[in-house]
């Protein structure tokens, strides 16, 4: 069952906008070329990856003009700039989300993140080291993930299962949206070993009630993984009000680069977990025998890091608290009440997911009547307004509503009430090329 957007008989109302648009759109310098023979670019797709302002593609052509060396590996000037850096970058994106910076874990994305931790729970079977098997999954043993998950935080999980004989569970989803929490106590239980769960869906908007899961969590002694990717780079998130154990996000969806991603751990839990990848850099002694292993977070970062990368995630949290994560929030809050507005004027549009804002951030899946949502996604792209289409790594969520795709527009800073009205125009249109505009639609034919 799909849910379809409330008709509020005010329309869409354009309140004042917390963020200067114009002043911010300025600072991206993507924004000002244009698309398809010339028009606007109608920036729509910050939930998969976010544009870059100037300030982080000037740190990592700064690091790469003025230092350029690996950190923590030589002894000259260059290799003890980039420690500075490299360091200086981990202690300002912790912290950007409150947790000190030997918490903090860097890794190529959210993926690599939950991946690394997946493995860690299985490499934890067979450790020699008996506070390395603190957190060992096997056989009797419980995961558990919802219904709403991103790929990245359900197939590890499954292949972990796999693994180590341990069963995976979920929570489900209810009609309009939101997590089903009315078997918590019975899906959470006394073999559950560890919970993942997305703290705000990449599909359908939703923000989850995290404090509710970890009081469970809590009850029966369970790890809580977070999936933050959808949720760090658009509101305030402080890993100490969370409860979670371990939080897990992108740089790239944050206004940062592509290729860093971040671990975050409550150190007495790091401190537990066995290694993911081995190399350099991750030991303290080595001999053809064994070798032994650095303590958190240099266990978890073997090889050369990505140290440009995370230089520019630095520069991209330095925006961010300029701009104020509060604001932030309440820009895309009162972005997303334009849209859900807007679309709800739109005869034959259906909004997949909560159709308030009511714990829902700047995510928004529809379909279109008798339109494909593919067929949608290109006619907007003809229009220069970029969308995702498709079931956004998030299959079970659109095989649950009964629909083969959705077309998603995702809001950020450098978002405005025209690129909105620019979405809705460009939906009528795709209603009149492919002849399915309804006849009442007087907006549509004047639009």
């Known amino acids: 069952m799909t849910q379809t957007v409330s008709r509020p008989g005010a329309g869409a109302q354009q309140v004042p906008l917390p963020l200067d648009v114009g002043a911010i759109r300025a600072d991206f310098p993507i924004l000002t070329r244009t698309v398809r023979d ?15 302002p100037r300030s982080v593609l000037d740190a990592e052509r700064w690091f790469y003009e003025n230092i350029n060396a690996a950190p923590h590996r030589g002894a000259h000037q260059l290799a003890e700039e980039a420690t500075g850096a490299y360091e200086e970058a981990r202690a300002k994106i912790g912290a950007f989300i409150g947790a000190p910076e030997r918490e903090i874990v860097f890794t190529r994305n959210t993926t690599e993140a939950i991946n690394l931790v997946a ?4 490499n934890a079977v067979t450790a020699k080291e008996p506070e390395f098997r603190t957190y060992a999954v096997g ?38 949206g939101r997590l089903d929490l009315s078997n918590l106590a019975e899906v959470i239980n006394e073999r559950t070993k560890l919970v993942a769960v997305t703290q705000q869906s990449n599909i359908l908007g939703t923000i989850n009630p995290i404090g509710e899961i970890v009081a469970r969590a809590r009850e029966v002694g369970a790890l809580v993984l977070v999936d933050g990717a959808q949720s760090v780079p658009h509101q305030p ?10 939080l897990v996000f992108s740089g790239h969806k944050m206004l940062g680069p592509t290729g860093v991603g971040v671990l975050w751990g409550r ?13 350099g850099s991750m030991i303290e002694v080595v001999r053809m025998e064994g070798s032994t292993f650095m303590p958190p977070p240099q266990r978890f970062e073997a090889g050369v890091p990505m140290t440009a990368q995370v230089v520019g995630l630095g520069a991209a949290v330095d925006y961010l608290q300029a701009l104020g994560m509060a604001k932030v929030e309440e820009h895309e809050k009162a972005l997303t009440g334009y849209a859900l507005a807007k679309l709800a004027e739109i005869p034959g549009v259906t909004v997949i997911g909560p159709a308030d804002t ?12 008798d339109i494909h949502p593919h067929d949608v996604g290109q006619v907007l792209d003809d229009l220069g307004i970029a969308v995702r289409v498709g079931h956004h790594c998030a299959w079970p969520v ?11 527009a995702t809001f950020y800073v450098h978002t405005g009430y025209d690129d909105i009205d620019a979405l809705a125009d460009g939906i009528r249109e795709a209603q009149r090329f492919f002849g399915v505009a309804p006849s009442g639609d007087s907006e549509g034919a004047t639009s």
């Open 38 to 52: 010339g028009k606007r670019l109608v920036y729509l797709d910050s939930g998969a990856t976010s544009q870059k």
């Open 119 to 122: 493995y860690a729970l299985s």
């Open 139 to 176: 056989q009797g043993d419980e995961i558990v993930v919802t219904e709403m998950e991103h790929h990245a935080d359900l197939i590890p999980w499954q292949q972990l299962c796999e693994r180590t004989g341990a069963t995976l569970r979920w929570l489900g989803l209810t009609d309009d």
């Open 237 to 246: 998130v402080d890993v100490t009000e969370l409860g979670a154990d371990l």
């Open 267 to 279: 150190y007495e839990v790091l401190d537990k977990l066995p290694p993911f990848l081995t190399g």
């Open 358 to 369: 009511v714990a829902r951030g700047g995510a928004v899946s529809f379909t279109v009547e």
């Open 398 to 408: 659109v095989r649950r509503y009964g629909v083969p795709a959705t077309t998603r």
